[in-house]
């Protein structure tokens, strides 16, 4: 008998922890034999919605991700925006589900990086003026003319940072 290729294939497993580990194990292998076949060698977008439906069935457990806001905010300079971005995150936890959470923390550190770059002595939030959101808008659109972000991603990024400084602007 001839022994398959995929490792996965004849374990049962009892424990939920494994059967995640097998089934990332598959979705690895899946993606290495098929990915190339696929025009652009895109991901397969189905894995995700079988994931999801294992899920739901009960065969896999749900996977819980624990957000670490202090890891993800680290490569800010300044704390006092570390801090407030932390703070803006907690808020939108209680408010969002996970994926408009990881959004709004992408689009704050990828602001406040530009921001730092722009004005390196600007350590306050109050040192976000109008001038500044308006340069913000304008690089933002200069990335859409390279190539850089699409339109959509480029207005995704523009309403997370409104939020952020609306929210941060409402707690003072």
């Not at 689009?107 to 109008?130: G, H, I, K, N």
Request: glycine fraction near 4%; aromatic fraction near 12%.
């Amino acid at each position: 008998m001839q022994q398959s290729q995929y490792p996965y294939s004849s374990r049962q497993r009892e424990s939920g922890k494994d059967r995640l580990e097998d089934f990332d194990a598959f979705r690895d292998a899946y993606q290495r034999q098929y990915r190339p076949r696929r025009k652009g060698r895109r991901v397969d977008s189905q894995l995700s919605r079988l994931e999801r439906f294992l899920v739901h069935w009960g065969t896999l457990p749900p996977s819980h991700d624990v957000l670490r806001y202090d890891e993800l905010v680290d490569t800010l300079r300044h704390p006092i925006v570390r801090e407030a971005i932390g703070l803006y995150l907690y808020w939108c936890e209680a408010k969002y589900q996970r994926p408009t959470i990881n959004g709004a923390r992408a689009a704050a550190v990828a602001f406040f990086l530009w921001f730092q770059e722009q004005s390196p002595a600007s350590s306050r939030l109050d040192d976000v003026t109008r001038p500044v959101a308006l340069a913000y808008g304008h690089y933002l659109h200069e990335q859409v003319q390279i190539g850089r972000f699409g339109l959509a991603h480029q207005r995704t990024l523009h309403s997370y940072i409104v939020s952020f400084l609306t929210s941060s602007s409402m707690s003072e």
